[in-house]
């Protein structure tokens, strides 16, 4: 096994953990002995982790940790950055010292995560962190990029594509929409009147979410919206399809509706977060991180983050 000086921080290892199943209250930050990583995997010595739902909705309770192989005591957060600092016998394209950036399910708040490489999927990824990107921001690429990825495959927006992006200003929104512009679509968002700006900042025409959405985005697109990803639930799926959409060219990652097809992070496209990355690096695509918080305060930040008015992300430093 390869390894680098760790920069321990004092005190050892720590790691947020969970003796039972609920909201932020059953998050704490304990000392726990740091993993070692074995033959076929590596260690990560994190900085930084972003925050998703998935990572409050797996850990709220039984059946849905169950349903992601979760028992107790438990882990929280899955999106990490940092640097290599350990590495298995067989592991090749990873060498301590190396900026690291991917997906650790719910155990990416911590000190140290391992990871296998050839894991492959959100849940265990590992990705080199490019020269001009930040950890902060390399912490937020993984399950968001691949979700906007993986909805904008499914509905392959286009320079002829108006585009109705309902939830567009949370954390899967500030990639969805940017990607959506990259590929040329005109974009219409959705948000709260607080959001509007932020919205437009993204390249996406803001359009106020709720009763009367249908008569708002006519009024904005007299031409029609062509396409639509929902970002939130289903009031764009109902609000696309009163326009005219075709089933085919909707989306949805947080609900299901019965015809109109789902996207998942799991389901990107081999060498999207790679490409994701490379367009923050060259400046093509930015990822606003609303907060960071020290992870002392772990259970203020997902209290933040369950409140779904997030602008873009929330980061944990550590
Ligand atoms: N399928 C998958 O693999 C997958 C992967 C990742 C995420 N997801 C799911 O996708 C959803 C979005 O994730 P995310 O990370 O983007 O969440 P997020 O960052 O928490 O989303 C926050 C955003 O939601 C907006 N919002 C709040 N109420 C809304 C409403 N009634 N209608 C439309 N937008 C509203 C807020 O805008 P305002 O502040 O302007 O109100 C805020 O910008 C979540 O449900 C998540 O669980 C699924």
Request: with cysteine; charged share 20%.
């Amino acid at each position: 096994m390869k390894t680098q000086n760790n920069q321990l921080p004092t005190g050892g290892s720590r790691a947020v953990r969970l003796d039972s199943f609920g909201g932020p209250e059953v998050l704490d930050v304990r000392e726990v002995p740091a993993p070692q990583a074995g033959p076929g995997q590596l260690r990560v010595r994190v900085t930084a982790a972003g925050l998703n739902p998935m990572d409050w909705v797996i850990t709220a309770d039984a059946d849905a940790a169950a349903r992601f192989g979760l028992s107790l005591p438990a882990g929280f957060g899955t999106d990490y950055a940092g640097v290599v600092d350990q590495v298995g016998d067989g592991v090749r394209s990873f060498a301590p010292g190396d900026r690291v950036f991917g997906g650790a399910l719910s155990r990416a708040v911590a000190d140290f995560v391992v990871i296998e490489p050839a894991g492959g999927t959100a849940a265990n990824e590992v990705h080199h962190t490019p020269d001009g990107v930040d950890d902060r921001t390399a912490a937020t690429l993984t399950i968001a990029g691949r979700t906007a990825s993986a909805a904008l495959a499914t509905v392959v927006p286009g320079p002829d594509d108006t585009v109705l992006i309902g939830g567009a200003a949370g954390g899967v929104g500030v990639f969805a929409v940017q990607l959506a512009r990259i590929a040329g679509a005109r974009v219409i968002g959705t948000g709260s009147a607080t959001s509007a700006d932020y919205l437009r900042d993204l390249g996406a025409e803001p359009v106020a979410y709720g009763d009367g959405l249908a008569d708002r985005v006519r009024a904005l697109a007299p031409g029609g919206v062509t396409a639509a990803i929902d970002l939130y639930g289903v009031e764009t799926v109902h609000v696309a399809r009163e326009l005219g959409v075709p089933d085919d060219r909707i989306c949805t990652v947080a609900a299901q509706v019965d015809g109109v097809p789902s996207a998942y992070a799991p389901n990107a496209a081999p060498g999207a977060l790679e490409e994701i990355a490379r367009l923050v690096e060259t400046g093509r695509l930015r990822v606003p991180v609303a907060a960071s918080f020290p992870v002392d305060q772990i259970r203020r930040a997902t209290e933040l983050q369950a409140g779904r008015h997030v602008q873009g992300k929330i980061v944990i430093d550590l």
